[in-house]
């Protein structure tokens, strides 16, 4: 290890902290007001998230597996984390606060 660069051995050694993108962003946020932290397995538009959205959230620790589907095993049935909680929430009231300063900044 001594061989590889400190930015390499420093991203070996811990996880890096992400932050989500604008779909895990939308499909963590749906987990938000759900009984359970219960992540949905379509979106707005009937339309199935990318299981690389769903495992890259289960990566960073944002969801996790909740059950096993019986009926359709390719679907990943997840729930929120507390960590999932904290970043779609944060994200979220930071967005609120961003666009309410936008906005006075307007018209002031």
Excluded: H
């Amino acid at each position: 290890m001594a061989d590889l660069s400190p930015t390499v051995q420093a991203l070996q050694s811990r996880r890096r902290r992400a932050r989500p993108t604008a779909t895990q962003l939308a499909w963590l946020r749906r987990g938000l007001d759900q009984a359970g932290g219960k992540l949905p397995l379509f979106d707005r538009y009937g339309q199935r998230y990318d299981s690389r959205t769903i495992r890259s959230c289960i990566d960073q620790g944002w969801a996790e597996p909740w059950f096993d589907n019986p009926t359709k095993p390719d679907w990943m049935v997840c729930k929120l984390t507390e960590a999932g909680r904290k970043v779609a929430g944060v994200e979220a009231s930071s967005t609120k606060a961003d666009n309410r300063d936008l906005i006075e900044g307007l018209f002031a």
